[in-house]
C-alpha cells in the first residue's frame, strides 16, 4: 500500500468515527461542524504550506470528546491519539494530533492562548471561523438553547473571565456568549489567510448583534 492509499485509509476511517460519535449532535458540534472546519483548514493550510494529514485528522477528531460533553481536558486528546495509533499512523503523528487537541479550544477572555505549531494554528483558526458569521450566530443559539440558557436578559452583564475555572462554570446568556467570546475571536487569529477571512465573519456578527438588540428594543 502506498502511503497516500495509507493516508486516505486513514483519514475514510477517521469520518465515519466522526459520523458515528457527533452525528446526533444539535449542539453546533455535529458532523457537519467538524466537516466545515476540515476543508477550511485545509483550506488555510494549503495557503500556510502546513502538513495537511496532520491538519485533516486534527479538524475531523477534534470534538469526538470534548470538555464540554465529556467534563474531561484528556479525554478528546487520549482518544484521538489512541485510535490514531490503532490505525497504525505513526506516534509522531499522534501525538501532534492530540497535543494541537489539548490546546485548541478558547478557555476565557482573559486566558492566553498556548502557542501551537503551524498545523494546530491552521485548525484553531478554522474552528474559530466556524464560531463566527453566520453560522457562528446559528451555532451560538443552538448551543444556548441545548444548555437552557436565556438568549438575552439586558439586566446580566457579561463577564470578561479571568481564568478557566470562571469561563465553564459560566451560565451566562447567549448574548452575552457574543461579547464573551464571539466578537474577541478576530484579534485571536493565528494566520494571514484566518485573518482576512475572519474579518467578513466579524462583520456578519456585528451587525447581527446591533440587530438583535435594536429589534430587542423596538428600535428596528
Not at 82 to 98: F, M, N, P, S, Y
Amino acid at each position: 500500500m502506498s502511503d497516500d492509499d495509507f493516508r486516505a485509509g486513514v483519514v475514510s476511517a477517521a469520518e465515519e468515527l466522526v459520523r458515528e460519535r457527533l452525528g446526533s449532535d444539535a449542539t453546533g458540534h455535529d458532523w457537519f461542524h467538524a466537516d466545515r472546519v476540515r476543508r477550511m483548514a485545509l483550506r488555510i493550510a494549503r495557503e500556510e504550506g502546513a502538513d495537511l494529514f496532520v491538519v485533516e485528522l486534527t479538524a475531523l477528531l477534534h470534538d469526538i470528546a470534548d470538555y464540554k460533553f465529556s467534563g474531561s481536558e484528556e479525554a478528546g486528546p487520549q482518544l484521538a491519539q489512541a485510535w490514531l495509533i490503532g490505525k497504525g499512523v505513526d506516534a509522531g503523528t499522534a501525538e501532534a494530533v492530540a497535543h494541537i487537541i489539548r490546546h485548541l479550544s478558547f478557555k476565557g477572555a482573559g486566558v492566553a492562548d498556548v502557542p501551537l505549531s503551524l498545523e494546530g494554528q491552521c485548525v484553531q483558526d478554522a474552528d474559530r471561523l466556524d464560531a463566527i458569521g453566520a453560522i457562528g450566530v446559528g451555532r451560538a443559539f443552538a448551543y444556548g438553547g441545548w444548555d437552557k440558557r436565556l438568549m438575552h436578559d439586558p439586566d446580566v452583564p457579561p463577564t470578561m473571565h479571568a481564568d478557566v475555572a470562571a469561563y465553564r462554570a459560566a451560565k451566562g446568556t447567549t448574548v452575552n456568549h457574543f461579547y464573551e467570546k464571539l466578537l474577541l475571536l478576530k484579534d485571536r487569529i493565528n494566520t494571514k489567510a484566518g485573518a482576512r477571512i475572519a474579518e467578513h465573519r466579524h462583520q456578519v456578527l456585528s451587525n447581527f448583534l446591533d440587530e438583535f438588540l435594536a429589534e430587542w428594543d423596538a428600535k428596528a
